[in-house]
């Protein structure tokens, strides 16, 4: 398997325990200017911005601490486009990573928050 290859198996499996959760999957790879957010949720009246990482070890670290400053600001500049986009402002939102780390997979929830510069949305 490539590495694209991977990434959408893993988002799958994703995708699949988020549908087991009761998650509405909105989209997938949803790309705007900053970057790609890997899942778009929703579930409880919020709207869930989602990260997938996986690993096949944690000698690197763990899967969601690949999920740094920048990746993050990322996700943020692109939830800020699609709640344009579809006029979601207003909205209860939240991001959360999915970490997979061999086949164990980990949700957390409200990994982080919106940094307060983009708060006014």
Not at 17 to 34: D, E, F, M, Q, S
Not at 71 to 76: G, I, L, P
Not at 82 to 103: A, H, P, T
């Given at each position: 398997?490539?590495?694209?290859?991977?990434?959408?198996?893993?988002?799958?499996?994703?995708?699949?325990?988020?549908?087991?959760?009761?998650?509405?999957?909105?989209?997938?790879?949803?790309?705007?200017?900053?970057?790609?957010?890997?899942?778009?949720?929703?579930?409880?009246?919020?709207?869930i911005f989602i990260e997938v990482k996986y690993r096949t070890s944690d000698k690197k670290g763990k899967p969601y601490e690949a999920v740094g400053h920048a990746k993050r600001q990322r996700m943020m500049k692109s939830s800020l486009s699609y709640c344009k986009v579809m006029n979601l402002f207003g909205q209860s939102m939240r991001f959360d990573i999915i970490d997979i780390l061999e086949e164990k997979l980990t949700h957390y929830e409200n990994a982080f928050e919106m940094d307060k510069r983009y708060t006014n949305y």
């Amino acid at each position: 398997m490539n590495k694209r290859d991977t990434g959408r198996h893993y988002e799958e499996m994703a995708v699949l325990h988020l549908v087991h959760a009761g998650y509405k999957i909105l989209k997938r790879n949803y790309y705007t200017r900053y970057g790609e957010i890997d899942i778009i949720a929703y579930k409880a009246s919020t709207y869930i911005f989602i990260e997938v990482k996986y690993r096949t070890s944690d000698k690197k670290g763990k899967p969601y601490e690949a999920v740094g400053h920048a990746k993050r600001q990322r996700m943020m500049k692109s939830s800020l486009s699609y709640c344009k986009v579809m006029n979601l402002f207003g909205q209860s939102m939240r991001f959360d990573i999915i970490d997979i780390l061999e086949e164990k997979l980990t949700h957390y929830e409200n990994a982080f928050e919106m940094d307060k510069r983009y708060t006014n949305y």
